[in-house]
């Protein structure tokens, strides 16, 4: 069963941008920090974002200021907001959510994003 559900990713040239989306239930989302990865081809997964049930949010060094990430709780979704896209951050993205307590974490299937002219 698909707990969390990605979408929005696709191709953009260089210098575009992109809103990624993750749905998820509501009983993930209120209990969950939401977070955001990425993994490029023949690389390790890496980690892109997170936001906390508060709204806390913290950044990887390398992306702030391009990327942001927000979570709308009467949609109980998390975006990714991504702008003066590179063609290095071409991957799939991936939304994660990690559950207060339990530290049980869900992964979504990954969606797309190729940053190319």
């Known amino acids: 069963q698909v707990q969390l559900v990605e979408s929005g990713g696709g191709l953009v040239q260089p210098g575009g941008s992109l809103r990624l989306s993750c749905a998820t239930s509501v009983s993930i989302f209120s209990t969950s920090a939401m977070g955001w990865y990425r993994q490029a081809p023949g690389k390790e997964r890496e980690w892109v974002a997170t936001?906390?049930?508060?709204?806390?949010?913290t950044y990887a060094d390398s992306l702030k200021g391009r990327f942001t990430i927000s979570r709308d709780s009467a949609k109980n979704t998390v975006y990714l907001q991504m702008n003066n896209l590179k063609p290095e951050d071409t991957a799939t993205y991936f939304c994660?959510?990690?559950?207060?307590?339990?530290?049980?974490?869900?992964w979504g299937q990954g969606t797309q994003v190729t940053v190319s002219s």
């Open positions: 994660n959510a990690v559950q207060s307590g339990t530290s049980y974490t869900y």
């Open positions: 936001i906390l049930r508060g709204g806390s949010r």
